[in-house]
């Protein structure tokens, strides 16, 4: 493996050629979906590259965006297939991902120990103590699976046993919030203000003598 000494800088020269390059033969499945045509960039304090078997380690503080997915890691690999496509695996305790949702002001926010994105099939997989939010809903398993194209999610739990620290072991966890309805909000009426009282009227005067 070729060690390179490169800045910061230059890591992120090179790492956006590199993902420029990967992408030009992938075409977008839905056009509104601008993330997967991004170039891939990643800082990073350290970089090691063997160009033979396609394969790129960051270490040190390495944060990755691509669009609008923001990963940070303590170390990312990224591997290229022979079409070009990008595997990028990150680590961290926890390594953490965000993306924003399609068409919405809001954004998915996940972590895990390990966090796999796959360019070509357009998934995300958090791996190992992994937790995803999604429009303040959670859920937890050991595995999460993110299909970016249509936000499907699937969760699966461990085989571990529970313990005293942890009495729910591998199971998955769901936290679902109540949603609030859009015609409740609209039938919702605010309360009248109260009206003035009415002022008592002044007493007739006497007729004039």
Partial sequence: MKQRGAAVHGIRKWAMFAAACAL??????????ADKDKPTQIDANRMSSDDARRISIFEGNVVLT???ILVRADRITVRQDAEGFQISTASGNPARFRQKRDGKEEWIDGEALFIEIDDKKEKVELRDKARIVRDKDEVRGDLISV?????FFSV?????????GNPEGGRVRAVIQPKVRSDDAAGAVAPAAPGN????SAPA?????
């Fill in 24 to 33: 030009l033969p992938a075409t977008a499945l839905h056009a509104e979906k």
């Fill in 66 to 68: 691509k669009g609008t």
């Fill in 147 to 151: 299909d970016t194209r249509s936000e």
């Fill in 156 to 164: 699966t739990g461990s085989k571990s046993a529970g313990t005293a």
């Fill in 197 to 200: 009282p009415t002022a008592p």
């Fill in 205 to 209: 005067k006497p007729p004039a003598k």
